[in-house]
C-alpha cells in the first residue's frame, strides 16, 4: 500500500506563490509517475501536472503552463508543485498522485493523497 500525504496549501493573495509538497510512504517505488490534480466544488477533478520517475520529462495542463513548475527530490521522497502568479481560478483543493505507467498524459493514477486546500483572494 501507497500513502501519499500532501502539505504546504494556505491562503494567499493573487499575484503570490505557494508550494506544495508530496512525501510517498509504504511500499513506494522512485520509478512511480507523479502527478498533481486540483478540484473545486461542483467540478470534475482537473490534471495540473505531472513528472516521470527521473524528473526529466513534464507535462501541464494548459492553463498552468509558465505559472506552476513540478519538480521531484527521489532523495528526499518528494514531489514539489511550485504554483506562481497565483489567480482565484486557481483555488481548489490540491491532491497528489502516483502510478506505475510511464506515460505523463494519461489520468491512470493508481494512489491519491488526501488534499491540502489552496486558496487565493483577489
Known amino acids: 500500500q501507497v500513502q501519499l500525504v500532501e502539505s504546504g496549501g494556505g491562503l494567499v493573495q493573487a499575484g503570490s506563490s505557494l508550494r506544495l509538497s508530496c512525501a510517498p510512504s509504504?511500499?513506494?517505488?522512485?520509478?512511480?509517475?507523479m502527478g498533481w490534480f486540483r478540484r473545486t466544488p461542483g467540478k470534475e477533478r482537473e490534471f495540473v501536472a505531472a513528472?516521470?520517475?527521473?524528473?526529466?520529462?513534464?507535462y501541464y495542463e494548459d492553463s498552468v503552463k509558465g505559472r506552476f513548475t513540478i519538480s521531484r527530490d527521489n532523495a528526499k521522497n518528494t514531489v514539489y508543485l511550485q504554483m506562481n502568479s497565483l489567480k482565484p481560478e486557481d483555488t481548489a483543493v490540491y491532491y497528489c498522485?502516483?502510478?506505475?505507467?510511464?506515460?505523463?498524459?494519461?489520468?491512470?493514477?493508481?494512489?491519491w493523497g488526501q488534499g491540502t486546500q489552496v486558496t487565493v483572494s483577489s
Open positions: 498522485a502516483a502510478k506505475v505507467s510511464v506515460r505523463l498524459t494519461t489520468m491512470d493514477y493508481n494512489y
Open positions: 509504504g511500499r513506494t517505488r522512485s520509478s512511480y509517475t
Open positions: 513528472i516521470n520517475w527521473s524528473g526529466g520529462s513534464t
